[in-house]
């Protein structure tokens, strides 16, 4: 079936960097959202992005869609303990209506 | 707002037996409700798509005489898990698209760690 991608799939950062993380398909996408999920807890909306070469910002949070709608990327400035958690993509491919498909995750540990 | 509950939160059974999983939606109405299920350090994979009166439409590999899906009414879907094995053992979240809303935006419940022993 369609898969995202997305790396890397772990990511340690020292609190006050800045780290992105990346998703990617093959296909062109409608849309793609984020979510986080932090440990021990369930995935929480974040952002969607439809219009090519989209940027939004969500205080240290920037989010990318590529022009050609087929990847898009997350940045966090100046990382914090409370960015610990896993950062997920999700699509929704043309052919598969309103379901979901969830990338892979990168798993963002912080060293203080 | 938009809260989504799921009950119980966490569960063990002994294999064999059947469980079941139940995914509310608090302060809205949601026609369609979603299961997913994530393993240990791995992605959410969707297993069914859960419509208000019909049956759920499943993915693929996903047994649907093992995992029974009902959604009889607007604010409330289940999941069993028949005859459990240990290797169903994970934790199977669901999520839900608020009626009045973009069907763009899933809000997640806070999962359930089945374990089966």
């Known amino acids: 079936g369609q898969q995202v991608m997305q790396i890397p799939q772990y990511q340690h950062v020292q609190e006050g960097e800045d780290f992105t993380t990346y998703c990617n398909s093959s296909?062109?996408?409608?849309?793609i959202q984020w979510y986080k999920q932090r440990p021990g807890g369930h995935p929480v909306f974040l952002i969607q992005?439809?219009?090519?070469?989209e940027v939004k910002k969500q205080k240290r949070l920037t989010f990318q869609f590529g022009e050609a709608k087929k990847n898009s990327s997350l940045h966090i400035t100046a990382t914090q303990t409370t960015d610990v958690g896993t950062y997920f993509c999700?699509?929704?491919?043309?052919?598969?209506?309103?379901?979901?498909?969830f990338g892979g995750g990168t798993r963002v540990l912080v060293k203080p | 707002g938009a809260v989504v509950s799921q009950h119980p939160s966490w569960v063990i059974c002994k294999s064999g037996t059947s469980v079941k999983i139940e995914c509310r939606s608090l302060?809205?109405?949601?026609?369609?409700m979603f299961w997913y299920r994530q393993f240990p350090k791995q992605s959410l994979m969707l297993m069914a798509t859960?419509?208000?009166?019909?049956?759920?439409?499943?993915e693929q590999g996903v047994e649907k005489d093992k995992f029974l899906i009902n959604h009889a009414s607007l604010t409330l879907s289940t999941l069993t898990v028949t005859s459990a094995h240990p290797e169903d053992s994970s934790f199977y979240i669901c999520?839900?698209?608020?009626?009045?809303?973009?069907?763009?935006?899933?809000?997640f419940g806070p999962g359930t760690r089945l374990t089966v022993t």
């Open positions: 859960s419509n208000e009166g019909s049956k759920a439409t499943y």
């Open positions: 992005l439809v219009k090519s070469g």
């Open positions: 999700a699509v929704k491919f043309k052919a598969a209506g309103n379901k979901l498909t």
């Open positions: 302060d809205f109405q949601a026609t369609t």
């Open positions: 296909t062109t996408l409608s849309n």
């Open positions: 999520s839900a698209n608020h009626d009045g809303r973009p069907s763009y935006e899933q809000y």
